[in-house]
């Protein structure tokens, strides 16, 4: 089994996974072969829905979230799908096998207040401020996730037309724009490193090597505690809000998907329902009958 793990992860990274989908593969994938070990199952039967069902079982009664249970769940199926490909299976064991539902939740934002204080939050840094500054900066003014900004060459940067190159999943290059307050806070991060080249990694660590994401992770917890922000706030919560704030200021549909580097449009509306629950708060509050 370890060794039909190694393969298809190779593959993935092959095709040009991200590190973090390769982690969240390589973490699942681990705990069906440990269930298969301790049950004493060979890679043969591993794949037996029985089997599948007993292990998707356990996923739930350990009451993790029921998307975090559908993503595992996902990964086994791109690992199946992967073995009927190599001839290692005869057949999709997942064509009979029910999944729970997905949950809707509503993606976390931040509102602009609270945007604006996390953002201004960052001058507070004892060391770093010129570099937090341009980092939170950026991430808001063009959405990023977490790999993409982290992954960034200062090259990518186009400052004179306002624009940020960025490589998303599958290594999709998209174009951004980029606020005039974001180029501004990076021309004054940039200013304060030893010459530095175009290839070189935008954001850099305490140890002059690039920021990685769990640096990029730490620093939004403690910028958000400095906040004192009443919510937990993580690298997609600028995501979240750059998308949200720009759909309620009128922004449409298509160009947000673009610049979010979204595949499906699905994926975009989710902030149309973030903005209709928008709308009927703001319609409680004003509306004379809503009060009664």
């Known amino acids: ?38 049950r004493h199952i060979d890679k043969e039967k591993a794949f037996l829905p029985a089997n599948l069902r007993t292990f998707i079982a356990n996923l739930q009664l350990r009451n993790p979230a029921r998307n975090t249970v559908l993503r595992k769940i996902a990964t086994l199926r791109s690992f199946s799908a992967y073995l009927m490909r190599q001839g290692y299976l005869d057949k999709n064991p997942f064509k009979l096998l029910p999944s729970p539902k997905k949950e809707k939740l509503l993606p976390k934002f931040l509102s602009i207040p609270e945007t604006d204080r996390l953002l201004d939050t960052t001058a507070q840094s004892k060391h770093f401020a010129m570099r937090d500054k341009a980092l939170f900066e950026l991430m808001y003014s063009s959405g990023l996730r977490r790999s993409e900004v982290t992954n960034l060459k200062i090259r990518d ?18 174009l951004v724009p980029v606020t005039q ?96 629950e928008q709308l009927k708060n703001v319609y409680n509050q004003a509306h004379p009958k809503s009060k009664e």
């Open 1 to 38: 089994m370890n060794q039909w793990v190694t393969s298809f992860l190779t593959d993935l990274a092959n095709k040009n996974f991200s590190s973090h989908t390769l982690r969240s593969y390589r973490i699942t994938l681990e705990e069906f072969t440990s269930f298969c070990q301790v």
């Open 157 to 174: 940067i186009d400052f004179f037309n306002g624009l940020v190159k960025v490589f998303g999943k599958g290594r999709k290059e998209r």
């Open 181 to 276: 307050a974001a180029l501004q806070a990076l021309k004054d991060y940039l200013a304060t490193r030893k010459n530095p080249q175009a290839n070189e990694a935008l954001f850099l660590n305490k140890n002059g090597t690039p920021l990685t994401g769990d640096g990029l992770a730490y620093i939004f917890k403690n910028t958000a505690i400095a906040s004192h922000l009443a919510r937990r706030v993580t690298p997609h919560s600028l995501r979240h809000s750059f998308a949200t704030h720009l759909l309620g200021n009128g922004c449409d549909l298509r160009s947000l998907q673009e610049m979010l580097g979204h595949k499906s449009l699905s994926t975009t509306q989710v902030y149309t329902h973030v903005s209709l």
